[in-house]
Antibody, heavy 113, light 113 residues
Framework: QVQLVQSGPEVKKPGASVRLSCQASGYTFTKYPIQWVRQAPGVGLEWMGI????????TYARKFQGRLIMTRDTSTATVFMELSGLRSDDAAVYYC??????WGKGTTVIVSS | DIVMTQTPLSLPVTPGEAASISCRSS????????????LDWYLQKPGQSPQLLIY???YRASGVPDRFSGSGSDTEFTLTISRVEAEDVGVYYC?????????FGQGTRLEIK
């Protein structure tokens, strides 16, 4: 079936980088863009950016410019999201979503010294 | 950035009764080039990823019960649940995707009385 499988939880120190993955299956990987949305504890949804698997084209939210990179590997139908310069307020559940109607289960990122 | 404002933020409802959530955008979500209005509704049930309910104002996503309906235009939108059931508990978000960054409303928490 159509699904996005996300990588496991991460614990990082402030200032470090985190790289999350999102593997698609059940559909043509290059057909739909994949976006990343995060949710801090007890807070709403925040859009981070989007990548088009067909050509790797990306658009990032302005607040993440300079420390967010999204890439893809078409051979494994996987999208990667790397966030650098982690701060305590980057602690959140990070979701990937394709076409709006297929979401991964989320990856928890903890930032703690 | 387009600001999305939802009301109410909390919505206690008796099962079987109707419920409505409003969403207002700071700019028109109508795209003159293709004639679509890019406003979607999501439900995030407790402990789950968001799930798409309604896309482009009024189209129900696959598998969504017909008690859910969306309406509106330009900058004013409404999600209506004709007869609330216990399984409808969660946080409802409106989301605009006419332009980047994609932005969400603050969320409306529906609870059963």
């Amino acid at each position: 079936q159509v699904q996005l499988v996300q990588s496991g939880p991460e614990v990082k120190k402030p200032g470090a980088s985190v790289r999350l993955s999102c593997q698609a299956s059940g559909y043509t990987f290059t057909k739909y863009p994949i976006q990343w949305v995060r949710q801090a504890p007890g807070v709403g949804l925040e859009w981070m950016g989007i990548i088009h698997p067909s050509d790797g084209d990306t658009t990032y939210a302005r607040k993440f410019q300079g420390r967010l990179i999204m890439t893809r590997d078409t051979s494994t139908a996987t999208v990667f999201m790397e966030l650098s310069g982690l701060r305590s307020d980057d602690a959140a559940v990070y979701y990937c979503a394709s076409g709006g109607d297929v979401w991964g289960k989320g990856t928890t990122v903890i930032v703690s010294s | 950035d387009i600001v999305m404002t939802q009301t109410p933020l909390s919505l206690p409802v008796t099962p079987g009764e109707a419920a409505s959530i409003s969403c207002r955008s700071s700019q028109s979500l109508f795209d003159r080039d293709d004639g679509y209005t890019y406003l979607d509704w999501y439900l995030q049930k407790p402990g789950q990823s968001p799930q798409l309910l309604i896309y482009t104002v009024s189209y129900r996503a696959s598998g969504v019960p017909d008690r859910f309906s969306g309406s509106g235009s330009d900058t004013e939108f409404t999600l209506t649940i004709s007869r609330v059931e216990a399984e409808d508990v969660g946080v409802y978000y409106c989301m605009q995707r006419i332009g980047f960054p994609i932005t969400f409303g603050q969320g409306t928490r529906l609870e059963i009385k």
